[in-house]
């Protein structure tokens, strides 16, 4: 039950600062979906739904959230799901 309160109390510290600060719906949304923790890209290659939600958010404000490391591992899991295993057959005549 403790546990839960300081989740509660967490989430509103975010708010109370993400409004105090002018940041925007999409910075909410990422501090949201993360929880202020860095996942890693296998955290976003399992969890794709997570992913596109961070990369949309990140991908929205390059400039300010560039160096942002959620940001980064998310970008980089987003390429490599869509770009496949990059394990090309090797084509010789």
Same mark, same amino acid.
């Given at each position: 039950?403790? &546990?839960? !309160?300081? +989740?509660? *109390? @967490?989430? +509103?510290?975010?708010?109370?600062?993400?409004? %105090?600060?002018?940041?925007?719906?999409? *910075?909410?949304?990422?501090?949201?979906?993360? %929880?202020? !923790?860095?996942?890693?890209?296998?955290?976003?290659?399992?969890?794709?739904?997570? !992913?596109?939600?961070? &990369?949309?958010?990140?991908?929205?404000?390059? %400039? !300010?959230?560039?160096?942002?490391?959620?940001?980064?591992?998310?970008?980089?899991?987003?390429? +490599?799901?869509?770009? %496949?295993?990059?394990?090309?057959?090797? @084509?010789?005549?």
């Amino acid at each position: 039950m403790n &546990f839960n !309160r300081t +989740i509660v *109390d @967490v989430m +509103i510290l975010a708010a109370m600062a993400c409004l %105090g600060s002018g940041c925007t719906k999409q *910075d909410a949304t990422l501090a949201a979906a993360t %929880g202020d !923790r860095v996942l890693t890209v296998d955290d976003y290659l399992k969890q794709p739904d997570l !992913r596109k939600k961070v &990369f949309a958010a990140c991908a929205n404000d390059p %400039g !300010r959230k560039g160096d942002d490391p959620n940001c980064v591992n998310a970008t980089r899991a987003e390429r +490599i799901a869509s770009a %496949g295993s990059g394990n090309f057959p090797n @084509v010789t005549p």
